[in-house]
């Protein structure tokens, strides 16, 4: 008698329709006779929730499959197999899955809580020596060579809702100028997101943004938002105007004729406070003040 396994179960998740028709789209399964890309994607994700660390522990752990391999329609590959696959196969209906599973935590969390919060950031993965340098030698910067991952995570659901993978020497801000912007979403994100034609872009979007402020940014103060209340972290809550006319160069600064929100915070054991800047003027200020590891909590 067959019994549901818990890979089953996970598997049962992913919309096979969508997935076949990406795989067709792509024609990745063209001239394969062993491991279809489905076969593939099971023992991926299996391996990753045995956390397999090696070519051999995830080709041994599909071995496991055999008995169910009816229900899931995957088996056993071979390592030579799964090593061919690995390097050869088309990955874009992975992508395309992943890209697919994404938007739909997107579209849950948007029934759930209407306004969404993404905080925005990248991370370096290390790819350097005799088997990389010949393809990640050339993007390198002075102290990083390999890959950079640019993510924007749900801070609700603790799930990514943005995700691209680009060379060691793309710019932060170079990637978030071509990242999809929802309506109605605060992104947060720290100086190197810095460009105000960029934010406007956000505000222009229906977004909104919460990020902190470089020390010679030039601000011209029209008025107090809301006076700061006693025993909160905030020491000042006022409207600013930026002073400056021109960017970089000859850029035009589009949010020069526009009001937005600063917001300095006291931060436990700095010297120095935290100066925001958002163009949300319904965000909470008056709160404790909260550990330097929960400083975002007083906005959001």
């Known amino acids: 008698m067959f019994s549901s396994t818990f890979l089953t179960q996970l598997l049962s998740f992913i919309p096979r329709s969508s997935f076949e028709r990406s795989v067709q789209a792509h024609q990745a399964d063209r001239y394969v006779k062993r491991c279809t890309s489905w076969q593939l994607l099971v023992t991926l994700v299996s391996g990753h929730l045995t956390q397999a660390s090696s070519l051999r522990s995830l080709a041994t752990f599909s071995q496991t499959l055999a008995p169910h391999r009816y229900h899931l329609q995957a088996g056993p590959i071979a390592r030579s197999t799964l090593s061919d696959a690995l390097n050869k196969r088309d990955y874009q209906p992975l992508q395309d899955l992943c890209e697919l599973l994404l938007s739909g935590v997107s579209r849950q969390q948007r029934k759930a809580v209407g306004a969404m919060v993404s905080l925005v950031d990248s991370t370096s993965i290390t790819l350097r020596g005799p088997h990389f340098d010949d393809w990640t030698a050339a993007t ?159 906005l959001v």
């Open 140 to 298: 390198k910067t002075r102290i990083k060579q390999g890959l950079k991952v640019h993510v924007g995570l749900d801070l609700a659901q603790r799930a990514p809702v943005y995700e691209n993978i680009s060379p060691a020497n793309v710019n932060d801000l170079s990637d978030a100028l071509e990242m999809p912007i929802q309506t109605g979403m605060t992104y947060v994100f720290d100086k190197g997101y810095c460009d105000y034609n960029w934010w406007h872009q956000l505000q222009t979007k229906g977004a909104f943004f919460v990020t902190r402020l470089k020390k010679n940014a030039n601000l011209n103060v029209l008025r107090e938002h809301s006076t700061a209340v006693e025993q909160s972290a905030v020491m000042t809550d006022e409207v600013v105007q930026f002073g400056k006319k021109y960017l970089g160069g000859k850029r035009l600064n589009d949010y020069r004729d526009e009001p937005v929100r600063s917001v300095v915070v006291a931060r436990e054991g700095h010297a120095t406070p935290l100066v925001l800047v958002t163009n949300d003027d319904q965000l909470l200020v008056a709160a404790p003040i909260p550990p330097p590891h929960r400083v975002w909590e007083v």
